[in-house]
């Protein structure tokens, strides 16, 4: 019923700045608690952070300080704001609604390299 498409990732090089957009369709948006996650090869997928549909925002320690997650209702858009960029940081990234989720978009590719 709800999708979500992922949008703006990219090769960018350390140190650098990415936004990410994930479009949300099919539902409600401004209802929503909305989360971006991100899954490394080979690796598990994890959550990033988080933002409630009253604005309340929960980052992942490791990306504090660094990435800013925001909302905009009447687009129906959630946002990842990427700065300070690692090449840790690589992985394709997705969104998704929090706490139950739907299924998950293509996501979008982050790499982060010399």
């Known amino acids: 019923q709800v999708h979500l498409v992922e949008s703006g990732g990219g090769l960018v090089q350390p140190g650098g700045s990415l936004r990410l957009s994930c479009a949300a369709s099919g539902g409600i948006f401004r209802v929503y608690d909305m989360g971006w996650y991100r899954q490394a090869p080979g690796k598990q997928r994890e959550f990033v952070a988080s933002?409630?549909?009253?604005?309340?925002?929960k980052y992942v320690d490791i990306v504090k300080g660094r990435f800013t997650i925001s909302r905009d209702d009447v687009k129906n858009t959630v946002y990842l704001q990427m700065n300070s960029l690692k090449p840790e940081d690589t992985a394709v990234y997705y969104c998704?609604?929090?706490?139950?989720?739907?299924?998950w978009g293509q996501g979008t590719q982050v790499t982060v390299s010399s």
């Open positions: 933002i409630t549909s009253g604005g309340l925002r």
């Open positions: 998704n609604v929090l706490p139950a989720m739907v299924a």
